[in-house]
C-alpha cells in the first residue's frame, strides 16, 4: 500500500527552528510536496521537490533523499503565524497526489 | 499567479437540499481539478478529480450521484452535494493544476465549509 508518515504534532519556540520529517512509501514517485494549513483555511504551497538535495525558499527549506523515501521542511527564525499544520504529499506513478495527515506545530513565545 | 477561487466560503442549509460550489481559476486555465472534503483535524481526502469536457473520476466509496461535478469550462468546476444530509457537513476545498511549466502542483481555493442541519 502507499504511506506517508509524519510526525502528529511538534512545539518550537519563536525564534528557533524546526525540522519537520516527512517519509514515503509509494507506487512509483513523481515528486513531493509541502503545503502550509492554516486553522480553518485551505493548503497553500510552499515547495516541490523531485530531485534530491536541498530546496532554500527564505525562511523555510525542503530536502529530499530518494533513495531513503525520506524528505524534510526546515523553518527558520520561527514566528508566531508559522503556526499550522505542514501536509506532505507525493505525487505517484499515476501523477496521484498522496497526502500525509500533516503534522501540526505550535509555536511558543 | 495560480489564484483559485472558491464560491460560497460558507452555507447552512436545511436537510435533504442541494447545494452547489463553485470552483474558478482566475488567472490560469485548469485542465484538471480536484474536489477534496476535509473532516475537523484530518487529512485532506480527495473526492474526485475532474478534467474539461470529461466525466469525472471518483475516488472509491464516493457516490458519484450524490456528489455531482462538472467541469464546464477550463476555468470552473461545481461540485453539487445532491439531497444533503447532516454527515455532509464538512469543509470542501477544489485545487487546480495549471498545466504549464509548475504543472503539478495544485493550488488551492480556499473552501467551503457546509453545514448542513
Known amino acids: 500500500g502507499q504511506n506517508i508518515d509524519q510526525p502528529t504534532e511538534m512545539t518550537a519556540t519563536e525564534g528557533a527552528i524546526v525540522q519537520i520529517n516527512c517519509t514515503y512509501q509509494t507506487s512509483g514517485f513523481n515528486g513531493l510536496f509541502w503545503y502550509q494549513q492554516h486553522a480553518g483555511e485551505a493548503p497553500t504551497f510552499l515547495s516541490y521537490?523531485?530531485l534530491d538535495g536541498l530546496e532554500e525558499k527564505g525562511r523555510f527549506s525542503s530536502f529530499l533523499s530518494r533513495s531513503k523515501g525520506y524528505s524534510y521542511l526546515l523553518l527558520k527564525e520561527l514566528q508566531m503565524k508559522d503556526s499550522a499544520s505542514y501536509l506532505c504529499a507525493v505525487l505517484d506513478s499515476n501523477y496521484q497526489l498522496i497526502w500525509g495527515a500533516g503534522t501540526k506545530l505550535i509555536i511558543k513565545p | 499567479g495560480a489564484v483559485v477561487s472558491q464560491h460560497p466560503s460558507r452555507v447552512i442549509c436545511k436537510s435533504g437540499t442541494s447545494v452547489k460550489i463553485e470552483c474558478r481559476s482566475l488567472?490560469?486555465?485548469?485542465?484538471?481539478m480536484f474536489w477534496y472534503r476535509q473532516f475537523p483535524k484530518q487529512s485532506l481526502m480527495l473526492m474526485a478529480t475532474?478534467?474539461?469536457?470529461?466525466?469525472?473520476?471518483?475516488e472509491q466509496g464516493v457516490e458519484k450521484d450524490k456528489f455531482l461535478i462538472n467541469h464546464a469550462s477550463l476555468t470552473l468546476s461545481t461540485l453539487t452535494v445532491t439531497s444533503a444530509h447532516p454527515e455532509d457537513s464538512s469543509f470542501y476545498i477544489c485545487s487546480a493544476r495549471t498545466g504549464t511549466i509548475d504543472a503539478e502542483t495544485q493550488y488551492f481555493g480556499p473552501g467551503t465549509r457546509l453545514l448542513v442541519l
Open positions: 475532474s478534467n474539461e469536457g470529461s466525466k469525472a473520476t471518483y
Open positions: 488567472d490560469f486555465q485548469a485542465t484538471t
Open positions: 521537490n523531485v
